[in-house]
Structures are given as structure tokens and as C-alpha cells.
């Protein structure tokens, strides 16, 4: 089966460039599962219940979350009604939402989509590397594509979340730092693996944002409102090729779509 997986989508700017180009990327590549991460989708920070909609009208199956997951307050109560917007599964208990989905593509391949969350340079959270341990051992054994968006800053720990599911999940994906990486490649046990994806949004900026606003907070360090940058739109994304009936990726490949502006 063909998964195509889309990097954080940033702002409006991201989600426009997604809508633009989604159709053909699913017809051309056979895409079977697509997934995408949608947590800045909302003006770069958050993401809100009509914009998860929008992005899961468009064909995606699945969002995936992260740190700012909870930034819009109304986006809570839409957690317990879609099941298809995750976030992060190693946040404390008693959160609303959930970081697992479980589904089936339409040929009837059974697929499990988890959301993970670093702790290196981020929030001190639960530790994601038992967390994923409990989910994979709660998963149907039927289950064997298994796809992981580990939304974390620092490369080492998502490296070394590469090794730890290398075998046991399809695909290990980084998230959250907005600039592609270009170590794509598969580990020896079959998973596909890749640092970050990128940021699909606008490119002529500071990882998203406004690149005036961040120049001169670094140059004078007072603080002001982060606004969204709007032009350089790219969708960053991976494609991969996994065999539905070992969960074992076969390929995985950059992908990036550009909008002039």
C-alpha cells in the first residue's frame, strides 16, 4: 500500500497549497492512507475545530498533533467527537482526545496511526518511548502497518526513536521543526524512517512566521506578535510504500509541491 504523509501544515497559507495540490498527489502516487500533521494549521498555532474539518473534507484521513495541540480552547470538546484529529499519546491522562487511530483503507487493509511527542527541549511529559511500548502491545496483532509521527526538536531523539521501533512499526516520521531533513531512508528492520519532514506552509519566513517580526526580535530581543508569514508556499511531504501483509516499509521518497508566489 502507498501512504503518503504530509509535514506540518502551517497557517492558511499551508492549507490552501494542501487543497491545491492533494488530488493529484493521491491520483498520480495511488495514494491508499494519507495522513498529515495539522497542529499549526490554525494561523500557525493550533488547529480549531472548522480547519479540521476543512483539512479531513480535502481527503485526509488522519491529523496527527503535538505541542500545540491545545492552543485553541474550542478545539477541546471536537477531540471527543473526531477521532481522526489526534495528539500526542504520551500527554498526561485526564486530557481530552486520544493519540492512537486504528482504521481500515478502502481495500481493507487494517492500519494503526500513532502520535508521539518528544520531551528533549520540550515540555516534560510522559515518556514516549514506554508510551509507545504499551500502545503497540495493545494493538490487534492483525495490525501490521503501523505508522508513527514522533513530533519532537531535537534529531538525536528522534534518531534514536527510529532505532527503538525499527522492526516493530512501518514508519517513524519527524515532525516539528518546520525544515526537512535529508536522511529518508529504511532501517534494517524495515521501518522507514526520516528526521523531519518540513513544514508545508510559507517558505520565504522563519520556520512559518513573518521573517521581519523574528529578524527584529533577534536583533533588539523584545518580544512582539508572531504572525504568518504568506509567501513561498511548498507542501513537504514523504511517500512511502509498505507491505500490507508484514507492516515492512518497501520505499520511502521526498516529496515537495511549489506555489510561486
Known sequence: MNILFIGDIFASTGR?????????????????????????SA?????????????????IHVLTGGNHSFDKREIYDYYGRQPRLLRPA???????????????????????????QGRAAMANIDCPFRKVDTILASLDSEIKVRFVDFHAELTSEKVAMGW???????????????????????????????SDVGMTGPY??????????????????LTGRMEAAKSGAELHGVIL??????????????????RGD
Do not use: M, W
Open 16 to 40: 490552501s497549497i494542501v487543497a491545491e495540490h492533494l488530488p493529484n498527489l493521491a491520483q498520480d502516487h495511488q495514494i491508499d492512507l494519507i495522513i498529515a500533521n495539522g497542529e499549526n
Open 43 to 59: 494561523g500557525g498555532f493550533g488547529i480549531t475545530p472548522l480547519i479540521a474539518e476543512e483539512l479531513l473534507g480535502l481527503g
Open 90 to 116: 504520551n500527554y498526561p491522562g485526564g486530557l481530552p482526545g486520544q493519540g492512537v487511530y486504528t482504521g481500515i483503507t478502502a481495500a481493507g487493509v487494517p492500519y494503526a496511526v500513532i502520535n508521539l
Open 164 to 194: 527503538y521501533l525499527d522492526g516493530r512499526a512501518s514508519a517513524v516520521v519527524g515532525t516539528h521543526t518546520h525544515i526537512p531533513t535529508a536522511d529518508a531512508r529504511i532501517l534494517p528492520g524495515g521501518t522507514a524512517y526520516q
Open 204 to 221: 520565504q519566513s522563519v520556520i512559518g512566521v513573518d521573517k521581519d517580526i523574528v529578524l527584529r526580535r533577534f536583533l533588539t530581543g
Open 241 to 258: 510504500q509498505v507491505d500490507e501483509v508484514t507492516g515492512r516499509a518497501k520505499s520511502i521518497r521526498r516529496v515537495c509541491a511549489v
